[in-house]
């Protein structure tokens, strides 16, 4: 039903940059909510930002806030998670997701949210 491809990862040191894209499929991409997970070795799947259907609004991570910018281009069905100043921590499996809901106005940090992910894009910091 809905697909979601995630690209632009790869191998930077810290202090990099890297722009993460986000591909989906399907007719319900522009009226739901996008999010960015992340999954470092041996942990869980944390929360690192959402951003509505229009695009108005946006929620991140304390721990990514002021660094990352996330952003939709709903024409070309695609969200973006811009990341500056990478730092190690930041070292993690990051994946795309879509809320189930169609025009949410309060934007989730769960991924129970969340019905459709990706395969996810591995992002790698050097110290």
């Known amino acids: 039903q809905v697909q979601l491809v995630e690209s632009g990862g790869g191998l930077v040191q810290a202090g990099g940059s890297l722009r993460l894209s986000c591909a989906a499929s399907g007719r319900t991409f522009s009226s739901c909510a996008m999010a960015w997970f992340r999954q470092a070795p041996g942990k869980e799947r944390e929360f690192v930002a959402a951003?509505?259907?229009?695009?108005?609004?946006?929620h991140y991570a304390d721990s990514v806030k002021g660094r990352f910018t996330i952003s939709r281009d709903n024409a070309k069905n695609t969200v973006y998670l811009q990341m500056n100043s990478l730092k190690p921590e930041d070292t993690a499996l990051y994946y795309c997701?879509?809320?189930?809901?169609?025009?949410?106005?309060?934007?989730?940090?769960?991924?129970?949210?969340?019905?459709?992910w990706g395969q996810g894009t591995q992002v790698t910091v050097s110290s």
């Open positions: 951003i509505s259907w229009s695009g108005a609004s946006t």
């Open positions: 997701a879509q809320d189930f809901r169609a025009f949410r106005v309060v934007l989730t940090t769960t991924r129970e949210s969340y019905a459709y």
